[in-house]
């Protein structure tokens, strides 16, 4: 990918967000989704919650759009001539529908941001106790660059 | 002890930057149905919303998004005394989860200020533990996908999932159940978009046990008011609190709200004379709400 756009989503409002990290000055959009907006439970969202995100989205450089946010972001990519589209993994299932109906059009490239913790196998998630028993070894192995 | 590195990120920022809210400068060209990046005000901001997305409800959080709000709220966590004094309304928690649940700050950001922070280790376990449990409920997410909204597993009440309400009663939606303590809480929750902790577990346990409404009507509704809603974490307390992914229900007594809140919803409330439905053991609350229930 030569000219490609960033996606930027709810997931990665920093600066260490890995897509404006390895493309700093490409045009990048956020889209505040509709179907997010509408809420669940049928009532939509309040505008705390909405001004919140704005907020950090003012500090990023970053277009704001509304709407469908597949359609808007491969308009976006259009507008802009991209190859391709970059964006950072995120957690929510709903993202992955949206990353493949982008991807239907536009090759999209996933980074993935820096984790809490690497485990290294698959973890038995049933309970807490179980992660952290495997998690907590591996997240303090990490503070020996930090204490003398 | 050594000065945080975003502490003097921080104090780099142009003093009016906060107040101005205007967005950074974009080097492209904007595009018709852009939406505007530059408010002479957060007042101006909110008025803006209120005309953009006149379909949520109104008013702004005292709470402020970005990175620079982020840091200068991590500049300010004390791990260790985090540790002894979380489960304290007015204890030093960290009220970083917005900034967290939307990437403003990572996980591994703010575990690396956390050991920055750290002497000995032990200081600092609690809240490296409660890290975890955010990156925890992330994962059971990527593994449950939708089905997040599902029970997990049976209710350990005794009650079948058939005699919880499913819809939100008014009194709660208006705040107005009586109750000193949990109308404060729905009031902070209105006002601010951000609950304790303590407050969370009890609100939810309140509306679960003591109103019998189904986890999911509570969920969604934390989750279009609070500033760092987000589905794993709070649709995993709530069945947490429920008992869908639990060995047994999550409840409370007077005492305990009592206790962890310093007494401030007590000497207000109407009913702290007679009337308190929270006034009683754990056995007689256990036995009075889950009369079925085998544990
Ligand atoms: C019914 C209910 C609903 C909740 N809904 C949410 C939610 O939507 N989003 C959310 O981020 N948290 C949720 N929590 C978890 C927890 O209450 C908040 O993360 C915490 O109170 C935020 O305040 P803090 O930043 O001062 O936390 P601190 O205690 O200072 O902890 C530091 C960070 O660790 C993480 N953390 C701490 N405790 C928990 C926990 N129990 N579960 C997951 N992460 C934790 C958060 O990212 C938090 O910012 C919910 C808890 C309950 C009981």
């Known amino acids: 990918m030569n000219s490609p756009i960033l996606w930027i989503h709810g997931e990665a409002l920093g600066p260490a967000n890995p897509a404006l990290q390895a493309f700093p000055g490409r045009p990048a959009v956020f889209v505040f989704d509709e179907t997010l907006l509408s809420g669940p439970g049928s009532r939509p969202v309040s505008r705390k919650r909405i001004a919140f995100l704005y907020e950090c989205l003012l500090e990023l450089p970053v277009t704001l759009r509304r709407g469908d946010v597949a359609a808007e972001v491969l308009a976006f990519a259009r507008r802009h001539g991209a190859d391709g589209v970059v964006t950072s993994a995120a957690v929510d299932p709903r993202w992955a529908r949206l990353r493949a109906a982008i991807a239907a059009q536009l090759p999209v490239q996933v980074l993935e941001p820096e984790p809490f913790v690497c485990l290294g196998e698959p973890a038995d998630l049933r309970r807490f106790s179980r992660y952290w028993r495997l998690a907590e070894p591996l997240v303090w192995a990490g503070f020996s660059r930090f204490s003398s | 002890m050594q000065p945080p590195p975003v502490a003097t990120a921080n104090q780099a920022m142009p003093s009016g930057k906060m107040a101005s809210l205007t967005g950074v400068p974009l080097a492209w060209k904007p595009a018709p149905g852009d939406l505007p990046r530059q408010f002479a005000s957060r007042e101006a901001l909110d008025d803006a919303l209120a005309s953009l997305f006149p379909e949520a409800d109104a008013g702004l959080s005292p709470v402020r998004g970005g990175r620079a709000a982020a840091e200068a709220q991590l500049a300010r966590i004390q791990p260790a005394r985090y540790g002894k004094s979380r489960n304290f309304l007015d204890g030093a928690i960290t009220r970083l989860s917005p900034y967290i649940r939307h990437g403003v700050l990572t996980l591994a950001e703010v575990r690396d200020a956390v050991f920055v922070r750290t002497r000995e280790r032990a200081s600092s376990e609690k809240l490296i533990n409660e890290l975890g449990w955010r990156d925890y409920w992330q994962r059971l997410w990527r593994q449950l996908g939708d089905g997040i909204w599902a029970d997990c597993e049976p209710l350990k009440t005794g009650h079948g999932p058939e005699r919880y309400a499913a819809a939100l009663p008014a009194d709660l939606g208006a705040g107005r159940t009586g109750l000193a303590c949990m109308d404060g809480f729905i009031a902070e929750l209105y006002?601010?978009?951000?609950?304790?902790?303590?407050?969370?577990?009890?609100?939810?346990?309140?509306?679960?046990?003591?109103?019998?409404?189904?986890?999911?009507?509570?969920?969604?509704?934390?989750?279009?008011?609070?500033?760092?809603?987000?589905?794993?974490?709070?649709?995993?307390?709530?069945?947490?609190?429920?008992?869908?992914?639990?060995?047994?229900?999550?409840?409370?007594?007077?005492?305990?709200?009592?206790?962890?809140?310093g007494g401030r919803y007590c000497a207000s409330c109407a009913l702290a004379a007679a009337g308190c439905p929270f006034e009683a053991s754990y056995e007689e609350l256990q036995a009075r709400l889950f009369p079925a229930a085998s544990v």
Do not use: M
Request: charged share 15%; aromatic share 18%; proline share 3%.
């Open chain 2, 191 to 261: 006002a601010t978009g951000w609950l304790h902790n303590h407050a969370r577990l009890w609100l939810a346990a309140y509306l679960v046990h003591w109103r019998r409404i189904r986890w999911q009507v509570g969920a969604a509704w934390f989750l279009r008011h609070l500033l760092d809603g987000d589905p794993a974490s709070n649709n995993l307390s709530w069945q947490w609190v429920a008992s869908s992914f639990s060995h047994k229900p999550y409840i409370f007594n007077r005492a305990n709200l009592e206790r962890y809140s």
